[in-house]
């Protein structure tokens, strides 16, 4: 059976207690910490960035899967991958061409990291196409990139299928990843489609049964 890799979203902690909670999701046994970048241009938000990668990367051992919701990827993937990103994902719309985003990718990898492509609900996922053999992940999001909180989007279910369908047609190595309103229904639902990294936060942090809400969304 496939394990399913529960990544919770650093952007729903609690920022006062932010040791505390680190250290909590580790009592979990949770291995990937998803670290939402936000720029306040690719998306209406802003979030953390290069500073608090470096400040806890070195303390809390965790596989950092960074969320590039930027314009500038290029610019600053490799500033990320010095700072700890172990998985730098970027967004496919804010690419220019096709050369550019192999360009990207290869880079990422270069520099040591794995590379990721994330699409917004309204992208179709045949945008991905060109890039399945290089990716080692394929992010699907499931709200609008921004804000924690908001409801999931049924679309991206098909987004999900016809990527697990792909990858076992053709021996593609990425892993598929969902993001954006996962709780106990919507988790069955994708992994169900064959998602296989579920990212969560508002279902996740500040809530008693932590534990228990991780167990059932790691559970098949
Ligand atoms: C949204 C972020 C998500 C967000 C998910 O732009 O990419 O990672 O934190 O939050 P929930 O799980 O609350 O929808
Ligand atoms: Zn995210």
């Known amino acids: 059976m496939k394990q399913i890799i529960v990544a919770p979203s650093l952007l729903a902690a609690d920022f006062r207690f932010l040791d505390r909670e680190l250290k909590l999701l580790k009592t979990h046994n949770i291995t990937y910490l998803h670290f939402d970048v936000m720029d306040g241009h690719f998306v209406p938000n802003l979030s953390f960035g290069l500073t608090l990668l470096d400040a806890i990367s070195p303390h ?3 596989v950092y899967d960074v969320h590039l919701m930027i314009s500038n990827p290029e610019i600053y993937a490799d500033e990320y991958i010095k700072k700890g990103a172990d998985i730098v994902t970027f967004h ?15 880079k990422i990898k270069s520099l040591g990291a794995k590379a990721g492509m994330s699409i917004k609900p309204g992208t179709d996922v045949e945008v991905l196409f060109p890039y399945l053999n290089e990716l080692d992940l394929v992010l699907i999001m499931s709200v609008e990139p921004g ?29 598929i990843e969902v993001d954006g309103g996962i709780n106990s229904e919507t988790g069955a639902l994708v992994k169900k489609a064959g998602a296989e990294v579920l990212v969560a936060g508002s279902y996740l942090f500040n809530q008693q049964d932590m534990k228990q809400r991780i167990k059932k969304l790691r559970d098949e």
């Open 92 to 106: 496919y719309e804010v690419m220019e061409n096709e050369q550019a985003t192999h360009q990207l990718i290869k």
């Open 60 to 62: 809390y051992d965790f």
């Open 147 to 175: 804000f924690g909180g908001q409801s999931f989007m049924e679309n991206s279910l098909e987004k999900i299928s016809a990527l697990a369908r792909l990858k076992k047609m053709h021996n593609f190595r990425y892993l």
